[in-house]
């Protein structure tokens, strides 16, 4: 089950496109079943989780809550977490690579829902950094071609 939450009013998103990018994703990474929540925020709203949550008091473009780490983990190992994005950090990136919305939203969504598998390209090595980019780009090449215009 995939749950869509569109809670900015900045930029227009199609949140049934999404959600079939999110579907596309699981299943490519091995888990079609699998249950996840994209939240889609401002900056001011992911400041504050970033701040609360990582003790990082700045916008940011993804962060990921896993469901299958710490207390509790293996409960329901069908629900994966929450993949939080914010909409306007996107829109300033995709803007400053030439790229449209949807592609950055579509990637930075690929990006988190890999952290609520277990990639860490931060505090691992940098082996799995490189593991987490190849990933990456072999599921971007995805969606990529079934998702976004040429």
Request: glycine share 6%; hydrophobic share 40%.
């Amino acid at each position: 089950m995939i749950h869509i939450e569109n809670r900015q009013k900045n930029l227009r998103l199609k949140t049934q496109a999404l959600e079939k990018v999110a579907g596309r994703i699981l299943s490519a990474l091995g888990c079609p079943d699998a249950e996840i929540s994209v939240v889609i925020v401002d900056d001011e709203e992911i400041r504050s989780l970033n701040r609360d949550y990582l003790g990082r008091d700045r916008a940011t473009n993804v962060i990921s809550f896993a469901m299958q780490e710490g207390e509790g983990a293996g409960l329901h190992p069908e629900v994966l977490g929450d993949v939080v994005i914010s909409a306007e950090t996107a829109d300033r990136h995709a803007r400053e690579a030439e790229l449209p919305f949807e592609s950055e939203l579509y990637f930075l969504l690929l990006h988190g829902t890999l952290h609520l598998l277990g990639f860490d390209h931060e505090r691992g090595s940098a082996e799995e950094a490189r593991r987490m980019e190849a990933k990456e780009e072999e599921v971007f090449d995805l969606i990529r071609e079934e998702f976004l215009p040429a």
